[in-house]
């Protein structure tokens, strides 16, 4: 039996010496923890939500036409993290609150856990970043995007993000496994031990991604209002009208105003994205940094905040028009 089973340490969650503490704490528990919490059914319902329109959006994705090919893996990507997520990871954390904060399963399952609970995080986290990169690339240099990225391209990307999640996570849960974890009641990362390694996560793995997405957005908002300032007014009233051989106006070319709908639509898209990621999740993630700088969070607000970040998975596969009909038109037809 693995010596760091729940099952065998007195010291452990799973088990403790004292008959009556453990019945005035599940009694407690049972009547004024979790399943008395109004945040409980909230974050159940989400998790479910989560997986229902994740998974909808998949089954639509590939579907719909308004998406390009070579964009289609980036959102694939974002809403396989929510739903890696979804699935393998919050079950494990409701179970851990359902437990009042006690970790009744082996230590190796608390080693998944941690896993999914980094891994995963820093996955969605980068999903969104490669989108605004993107978004930045094909808005900046759009001759070079339109030459250059291709379905390749966004494989390598996608794959390259999830190796650099990785690279940064797996080393210090490696070593909290192997030397630092403390055998007790919680399944938690000993921020004691690797506090510089924390810190570097939390800063540059999930804090930096939230600033770069946003900064990157602020400059593409001021890049396109000065090239409306700055475009000559001949070609503004070529786009508008053409004049025809009866001498009446036309209608633009239809590739141009295809085109001119396409980039209005994915500027639209990117907007509510960054908007909707800034205000979901930096709350969180500031809060985890001062948690990790030793700063107490009332218990409350850290579940508030954890609903917070599960809405943003919600959101994402709804954001677009084209994927919110496709998503509709896939539940008809399965009803």
């Not at 979804?86 to 399952?109: K, Q, Y």
């Amino acid at each position: 039996m693995d010596d760091r089973s729940c099952n065998n340490a007195t010291t452990s969650g799973a088990h403790w010496s004292n008959a009556t503490d453990n019945s005035s704490l599940d009694y407690a528990c049972l009547h004024y923890s979790y399943w008395g919490d109004p945040l409980a059914a909230i974050e159940i319902a989400a998790m479910v939500l989560v997986i229902v329109c994740n998974t909808a959006g998949l089954a639509s994705l590939y579907r719909t036409t308004a998406i390009s090919g070579s964009f289609k893996p980036y959102i694939a990507n974002l809403l396989l993290a929510n739903l890696a997520m979804a699935i393998l990871e919050n079950p494990l954390d409701i179970l851990f609150e359902l437990s009042c904060d006690r970790w009744t399963l082996s230590w190796a399952a608390c080693d998944f856990f941690l896993y999914c609970n980094y891994v995963f995080a820093g996955w969605e986290m980068h999903a969104h970043l490669l989108i605004t990169v993107n978004r930045l690339w094909a808005m900046i240099f759009p001759y070079n995007y339109r030459h250059r990225h291709t379905m390749t391209t966004s494989f390598v990307l996608t794959t390259g993000a999830f190796i650099y999640v990785h690279a940064w996570i797996l080393p210090g849960l490696v070593r909290d496994s192997l030397f630092f974890r403390i055998m007790g009641r919680e399944c938690e990362v000993n921020g004691d031990a690797q506090r510089p390694w924390q810190l570097m996560v939390q800063t540059f793995l999930f804090l930096a991604p939230i600033a770069f997405v946003a900064g990157s957005y602020v400059c593409l908002v001021v890049r396109q209002r000065m090239r409306l300032k700055t475009r000559p007014d001949a070609p503004e009233i070529e786009l508008q009208s053409r004049p025809t051989d009866n001498g009446t106006s036309g209608e633009a070319p239809a590739a141009l105003k295809k085109t001119r709908r396409q980039n209005s639509r994915a500027f639209f898209i990117l907007t509510l994205l960054t908007c909707s990621l800034v205000v979901t999740w930096t709350p969180y993630q500031v809060c985890q940094l001062l948690q990790i700088g030793g700063v107490t969070v009332n218990d409350d607000v850290v579940g508030a905040l954890d609903v917070l970040w599960i809405i943003q998975s919600i959101l994402d596969p709804l954001l677009s028009t084209s994927i919110v009909s496709d998503v509709r038109t896939v539940f008809v037809q399965r009803h």
